[in-house]
């Protein structure tokens, strides 16, 4: 069975940093496409960073862009994401999410439980 | 950006009755329209993909349609289980992006 599961959150001070992990079991993610996803605190859902299955291409939200990078280790089959100069709107709960298909542009057919990131001083 | 408009932003419904949610997009996305179902406190749950595509193991009872800018998700016969918060989300091009999300209460 496909599992995700996250880790890393914390309460953190803005400007500060922290990084997520997303550790996949059922399948191998090297070959298929991964995202992180953010919901901040009674709001809706956001996208914020992605991998493609073939080739490994990355993207990131405009919010994130210079700030986060989304990384994976093949060897122990575990997403990242690497998240600098952080600030309160960074606040979420983080989801790392699988596409349905290896190109990424699919949905997300599994999800991990999230992981809280809080940035406050 | 592309951006996902669903509407009713919230909807009270009773047991046994029939509801949809309508998503639409600020451009053509084909049938790149994906739906979720979440509960509070935790993570999302695939309905519907690729516009009506019905998840393995989502019950029959949901329904998808649409294309272009278009979309529906039909719930044909409300459960005690299905209150909860729906969102569109768009696969078409990132950044992927989602509606604002339809918050489903019982009446």
């Known amino acids: 069975d496909v599992q995700l599961v996250e880790s890393g959150g914390d309460l953190v001070r803005p400007r500060g940093s922290l990084r997520l992990s997303c550790a996949a079991s059922?399948?191998?993610?090297?070959?298929?496409?991964m995202s992180w996803v953010r919901q901040a605190p009674g709001k809706g859902l956001e996208w914020v960073s992605g991998?493609?299955?073939?080739?490994?291409?990355?993207f990131y939200a405009d919010s994130v862009k210079g700030r986060f990078t989304i990384s994976r280790d093949n060897s122990k089959n575990t997403l990242y994401l690497q998240m600098n100069s952080l600030r309160a709107e960074d606040t979420a709960v983080y989801y790392c999410?699988?596409?349905?298909?290896?190109?990424?542009?699919?949905?997300?057919?599994?999800w991990g439980q999230g992981t809280l990131v809080t940035v406050s001083s | 950006d592309i951006q996902m408009t669903q509407s009713p932003s919230s909807l009270s419904a009773s047991v046994g009755d029939r509801v949809t949610i309508t998503c639409r997009a600020s451009?053509?996305?084909?049938?790149?329209l994906n739906w979720y179902q979440q509960k509070p406190g935790k993570a999302p749950k695939l309905l519907i993909y690729?516009?009506?595509n019905l998840q393995t193991g989502v019950p029959s009872r949901f329904s998808g349609s649409g294309s272009g800018t278009d979309f529906t998700l039909t719930i044909s016969s409300l459960q005690p289980l299905d209150f909860a918060t729906y969102y569109c989300?768009?696969?078409?091009?990132?950044?992927?992006?989602f509606g604002q999300g339809t918050k489903l209460e019982i009446k």
């Open positions: 059922g399948f191998t993610l090297s070959s298929d496409a």
């Open positions: 451009q053509s996305i084909s049938r790149f």
């Open positions: 690729d516009a009506s």
């Open positions: 991998f493609s299955g073939s080739g490994g291409a990355t």
């Open positions: 999410a699988k596409h349905r298909t290896r190109s990424g542009l699919s949905c997300f057919d599994y």
């Open positions: 989300q768009q696969s078409y091009s990132t950044p992927y992006t």
